[in-house]
């Protein structure tokens, strides 16, 4: 399968926006966005499904984070509202095949970083 390929990173003060993209191959598999800072492991920030019903959020982003995505384009997307110091991190895309599956796509990362 193709890697994934994230982008839309960069430098933003607090309260800003940001949207992320990733393409690559995707097929059927659900796909989740996930971040990491120095120091800690690897965080889960969202997923979703192949037709966008089921959703899913970690509580430090819910209600100014949304996940999306164009299956016809191969791409699923964050959308970061509100961003905070603390949303600092590199954000990784990841796929697999369902719900119950390990991840085991995973992009190269893009970093994020918000400060005044």
């Known amino acids: 399968q193709a890697e994934l390929v994230e982008s839309g990173g960069g430098t933003v003060q607090p309260g800003e926006s940001l949207r992320l993209s990733c393409v690559g191959s995707?097929?059927?598999?659900?796909k989740g966005w996930f971040r990491q800072t120095p120091g800690k492991e690897r965080e889960f920030v969202a997923d979703?499904?192949?037709?966008?019903?089921?959703?899913n959020y970690s509580d430090p982003v819910k209600g100014r984070f949304t996940i999306s995505r164009d299956n016809d384009k191969s791409a699923i997307y964050l959308q970061m509202n509100s961003l905070k110091p603390e949303d600092t991190a590199i954000y990784y895309c990841?796929?697999?095949?369902?719900?119950?599956?390990?991840?085991?796509?995973w992009g190269q990362g893009t970093q994020v970083t918000v400060s005044s």
């Open positions: 995707f097929s059927n598999f659900v």
């Open positions: 979703i499904n192949f037709h966008g019903s089921v959703i």
């Open positions: 990841a796929a697999k095949r369902g719900w119950t599956a390990e991840y085991n796509t």
